[in-house]
């Protein structure tokens, strides 16, 4: 029997007792990845630009700390305070999955957000191991 791992990231963190991620054997979930400025605990005053600049470091922070990649991510949900913004996305996802043969698929979302944050993801990943 495959035992969950509950994934931590020490420059990421949730508010409620929720870890960043959870593995189960080659399977990662993440929680909900925020655009939160880690030494701040705030969202950034900067906007939707540097918003999706965090939550995608945050988002390979994690799949590392599961022990994968992001080539590893198989798909990604956002939740957007208003998804006529995906064009701050793009820049993002683009250069975190250059080939568009081999990128994850994608899911944005209408998203009531609190405490400021203009987006949200979470993924699903498989990795190789255990």
């Known amino acids: 029997m495959q035992k969950r791992r509950s994934i931590y990231v020490e420059s990421f963190a949730h508010r409620n007792p929720v870890p960043a991620a959870c593995r189960i054997g080659n399977m990662v979930y993440s929680s909900g990845i925020h655009g939160l400025d880690p030494k701040t605990g705030l969202a950034s005053a900067e906007g939707m630009d540097r918003q999706c600049e965090l939550m995608f470091g945050h988002v390979r922070a994690i799949i590392e700390a599961a022990g994968g990649t992001t080539g590893d991510i ?10 006529s913004e995906r064009h701050f996305v793009n820049p993002y996802w683009e250069a975190m999955f250059p080939d568009p043969a081999h990128r994850p698929t994608r899911h944005a979302m209408k998203g009531e957000l609190e405490s400021g944050m203009l987006i ?11």
């Open 120 to 130: 949200q993801c979470d993924f699903i990943a498989v990795v190789d191991g255990d």
């Open 74 to 83: 198989i798909k990604m949900t956002l939740w957007m305070q208003n998804r």
